[in-house]
């Protein structure tokens, strides 16, 4: 186990080196002026003396070179559009933020919807299984910008039960870590009863319960546990889906979040921010999968052993 | 067990349809009483700011950061309503031909204790024209002697520093001298770039100065609690040399970017003043509201043309501003109030009565498609299969397409091309590529003399996007910024505006209309909180009435 650790954590530097140079070329290639801030055109002496500044009048691979090695050294660069703050101010300041906002999202998905889906499954064909499929469906094609202005209109506007925006306090936390969890609820409801339906079928089940244990524990303990494989499978993917998404949500509920720094980042052509985030990005994502391959190797004794 | 699911999965169904119902039903009755009104003791002022804030006043490039330092530092002049200067922290000031002497106050201290001097503005003003911090507005001071040689040094720059004309000769005298006589530079300098800032304090922490604990301000508010991209607070500095005039004891401001969320937030009494981030699309419902305000701004907005090898001829040029209905695309898609243009200078420009004594010839504010017919048939060369330029965002794509359908009443087919800002912009050069027929885009004025927008059109300027290039003209705006008496600048103003929308005018542009900023303000407040012509706000006028 712990050599596959190993070996999985020392594939994450080939795997930066290429989001890095992807995201460089990738930058440069998209035009456009970072230090032109309005339609106004930035005269010659000011461009020149913000380039020279940045490094950006380097050759291409001079630039590229400073940027692994930032990279790998933990010092992210300055900011071109924020002056007086450094990537690593940005990720330090806003990235717990989004962080947290993805894991109570995570937190809703995974209370609401996993039991979502075991009642479906349990009460197959009737009207629990319907509406709650029903209201899956609802969660998972609804765009989630769209439930958020609608929470915002009615619990906030309307009912005045909790604020509008911000991130201050736990009253705060509520409405966009709901609307950014609802696909995942709706898709881990979907997975988990699927997946319970066809291990329901199984034929230990049926010698459990011919063996008189109660269904509780039939469920809880044999059922449950093989049918989470799927979905714990799926967290990994569901967390790109998260990581987009809290852009959107952060922007909504205004939530000084590291995803809204990004989208404006891209637009006012912000390279280290974008750089920074990216790789930060990257780094997650390899690590949560790691995650989940950990749990699985858990939940599921028969891949363990498939592991050299 | 049957019967009871059954009535369970009615009741979450019509639960779920009695939701979407409501949701799809539309906008109805908003009541505004969510429990906004701030106490009439209570001088606080909630603000939702809309965008992130930069207190540097040297790298503050927008309107919110403006807001911001013009309010917690102390500039020397302000403007008033007319948009003439008074003083501020100059007492006086003593203007010479080139030469500008600022008297100033005695007395005034820096929130730390330290005195105010005449050292601390020219400390400021030479460095925001350093390579070093390479300001975007450091082109402001280019008007200094010495200014733009400094901006532009590579090395060696101390000795370009010293050469700078702006000199603290004692603690309450600041000396200018400038490069020719620029009546405007006075009110020019109630920029927010020409603030002072405190030089021991940049010294000590850096790029890390306006931290809120370490910063040190001059000015009737003071940085109480600042939390990056999320709040600010500031709090009345009791001991500036006016307070006792101030009657707004703290500002709570915090960013909500997104307009709707923005709405939403004043409406749930969350904030009591927005920051002009209204949404387009809810502006009609808004404008009906008795939060809603508007105030006009020193801006034009336009369409300008490719003219040295895409529409080469001035009757098509001509013709194609005449069939423009100016009011009717402000009615039904900006639907903001803005006023129809007659003219490149806005309204509210000091002059502009003088400057365009009648309305061009070309700019009907309802459009005249018979006169526009007539012209286009007079056009030689005319281009009958364009192309438009604009950049995202709303209403953009839909006045390009009202302006696309006005066109085609003239023979002209257009298809229209939507690029993102950066692209856009870079894409427009100058000098613009062969693509590029008729583009989007604005000016917005830095100060309050038409010499801003009318030195836009010089052959070299980097904001002239059209290829429009007429040396008479360019002599005529090198001959105004000699010109130091208004009357006799004003007339030759004249004759620059005659040359770009006049009767025997290029019409390199087709002017639009003059923007407007429109804000919702709870009506507490409204009397007082004010948005100037160039989008400047003065908190010591702000009073909250109960």
């Excluded at chain 1, 609401?112 to 197959?124: E, F, H, S, T, W």
């Excluded at chain 2, 309450?172 to 490069?179: A, H, I, P």
């Excluded at chain 2, 405190?198 to 790029?207: L, M, N, R, V, Y």
């Excluded at chain 2, 070299?460 to 040396?471: A, E, Q, R």
């Amino acid at each position: 186990m712990t050599a596959f650790i190993i070996r999985r954590l020392l594939w994450t530097i080939p795997v930066l080196l290429l989001v890095i140079f992807l995201t460089f070329v990738l930058m440069r290639q998209i035009e456009g002026n970072p230090f032109r801030r309005t339609s106004r055109a930035v005269s010659p002496a000011v461009q020149a003396n913000l380039e020279r500044k940045f490094n950006l009048d380097e050759p291409w691979y001079v630039q590229y070179a400073l940027y692994v090695k930032g990279v790998f050294t933990l010092d992210l660069g300055p900011s071109l559009v924020t002056r007086d703050r450094t990537v690593n101010d940005i990720v330090k300041e806003h990235f717990p933020k989004s962080l947290e906002l993805g894991l109570l999202a995570f937190v809703w998905a995974i209370v609401i919807g996993i039991p979502m889906g075991v009642i479906a499954a349990l009460r197959q064909n009737t009207a629990w299984d319907y509406s709650l499929m029903f209201i899956s469906n609802v969660g998972y094609a609804v765009p989630s910008f769209l439930v958020a202005t609608l929470l915002i209109y009615y619990v906030s506007l309307k009912a005045g039960l909790l604020p509008t925006n911000g991130w201050e306090g736990w009253k705060y936390k509520i409405l966009p870590s709901f609307a950014l969890g609802l696909l995942p609820m709706a898709y881990f409801a979907r997975l988990v009863r699927g997946s319970m339906l066809e291990t329901l079928q199984q034929d230990y089940v049926r010698t459990a319960k011919a063996k008189g244990l109660r269904r509780r524990r039939i469920v809880m303990v044999h059922v449950l546990r093989n049918s989470l494989i799927p979905a714990v499978t799926a967290m990994a993917p569901l967390l790109g889906f998260i990581i987009t998404g809290t852009f959107v949500i952060e922007i909504i509920f205004s939530i000084p979040g590291i995803g809204r720094y990004f989208v404006t980042a891209i637009s006012s052509r912000d390279y280290s921010v974008v750089m920074g985030i990216t790789v930060l990005t990257s780094v997650i994502i390899v690590l949560a999968n790691l995650v989940v391959d950990i749990l699985y190797g858990i939940l599921d004794p028969r891949t363990r052993d498939a592991r050299t | 067990m049957l019967s009871r699911n059954r009535w369970l999965s009615a009741l979450l169904l019509s639960f779920v349809a009695v939701l979407l119902v409501v949701g799809c039903g539309g906008g109805d009755d908003e009541s505004d009483d969510g429990g906004g009104e701030a106490a009439a003791a209570d001088q606080t002022l909630k603000w939702g700011l809309g965008a992130e804030y930069n207190l540097d006043p040297g790298l503050a490039t927008d309107t919110t950061s403006a807001k911001l330092v013009l309010n917690i530092f102390d500039p020397l002049v302000k403007l008033d309503d007319e948009l003439n200067a008074v003083p501020s922290m100059a007492d006086s000031w003593d203007v010479n031909g080139k030469k500008v002497v600022y008297h100033l106050k005695t007395g005034a201290k820096w929130s730390n204790g330290d005195p105010v001097t005449a050292k601390d503005y020219e400390y400021a003003w030479k460095r925001a024209l350093s390579p070093e911090l390479a300001s975007d507005y450091s082109y402001q001071l280019y008007g200094i002697k010495g200014g733009l040689e400094y901006n532009s040094c590579e090395k060696n720059c101390a000795a370009l520093r010293d050469k700078v004309a702006v000199k603290a000769t004692d603690d309450k005298t600041l000396e200018v001298t400038l490069t020719s006589t620029q009546p405007w530079f006075i009110q020019q300098s109630a920029h927010s770039v020409f603030l002072p800032v405190h030089q021991k304090t940049i010294d000590k922490f850096g790029e890390r100065w306006t931290r809120p604990e370490n910063i040190v301000t001059n000015g009737p508010f003071k940085v109480e609690a600042a939390q990056p991209s999320a709040s600010i607070t500031l709090v009345k500095d009791q001991d500036w040399r006016d307070a006792a005039d101030v009657k707004l004891e703290r500002v709570e401001g915090r960013i909500i970017v997104d307009g709707t969320t923005a709405v939403q937030s004043f409406e749930a009494g969350e904030v009591d003043v927005l920051d002009e981030q209204l949404p387009a699309a809810e502006t009609p419902r808004l404008k009906e509201t008795p939060e809603y305000e508007l105030y006009p701004g020193l801006g034009t907005s336009y369409y300008g043309f490719n003219v040295k090898e895409n529409i080469t001829d001035v009757n098509q040029r001509r013709a194609m501003s005449l069939a423009v209905d100016r009011q009717s695309i402000i009615d039904n898609i900006t639907q903001a109030n803005e006023k129809p243009a007659d003219s490149f200078t806005p309204e509210g420009m000091p002059g502009k009565a003088e400057v365009v004594p009648e309305a061009s010839p070309w700019t009907p504010a309802a459009g005249d498609i018979e006169m526009a017919k007539e012209y286009m048939a007079k056009a030689k060369n005319a281009k009958k299969k364009i192309t438009i330029y604009s950049n995202e965002g709303a209403p953009n794509k839909e006045v390009a397409e009202a302006l696309q359908s006005m066109w085609k009443q003239i023979g002209i087919d257009s298809s229209i091309k939507i690029l993102e800002w950066q692209q856009f912009l870079e894409f427009l050069g100058p000098p613009p590529p062969k693509a590029v027929d008729i583009y989007r885009l604005g000016w917005v004025g830095d100060f309050v003399d038409d010499i801003n927008f009318l030195e836009l059109w010089t052959c070299d300027s980097g904001n002239n996007n059209t290829g429009f290039c007429d040396k008479e003209y360019d002599a005529l705006v090198a001959k105004a910024k000699n010109t130091p008496d208004n009357d006799a600048r004003y007339a030759i103003y004249k004759q620059l505006e005659d040359k770009l929308t006049g009767q025997n005018g290029a019409l390199p542009f087709i002017p639009l209309w003059y923007i407007t900023y429109p804000n919702l303000e709870r009506e507490s407040v409204k009397d007082t909180f004010s948005i100037n012509l160039l989008d400047q706000v003065d908190l010591t006028k702000v009073e909250i009435k109960g």
